[in-house]
């Protein structure tokens, strides 16, 4: 099977997030009122993510790849990986 039409995606990004605490409330019509606590962000870091994706030469609506994402925040890490096939049809 020949493959043809591969590309490449990627992204970067610097994400900075700040608030303070609060409380919403929240009142609807014959129930009692809610308070709802909402924590505030205070954090700072890189998100990024590489893939690519290609199509047979044979079957152009058919369409596979995989891709990575990850973050480096102050509280931590996240990563992730994606396989996926898509169909045009």
């Known amino acids: 099977m020949e ?6 995606f990627g ?3 610097y994400t900075e997030q700040w608030g303070s605490n609060s409380v919403n409330s929240a009142k609807f019509a014959g129930l ?3 308070s ?3 924590d ?3 954090s700072s870091g890189v998100d990024f993510g590489v893939g690519f994706k ?3 030469a044979s079957h152009q609506n058919l369409q596979f790849g995989a ?5 480096v925040m102050d509280n931590g890490t996240s990563n992730s990986v994606q396989v996926f096939a898509s169909m045009k049809f």
């Open 3 to 8: 493959i043809n039409n591969i590309g490449t």
């Open 11 to 13: 992204h970067i990004s």
């Open 32 to 34: 009692p009122q809610m």
């Open 36 to 38: 709802i606590p909402v």
């Open 40 to 42: 505030g962000l205070d």
């Open 54 to 56: 290609a199509s047979p």
């Open 67 to 71: 891709a990575y994402r990850g973050s």
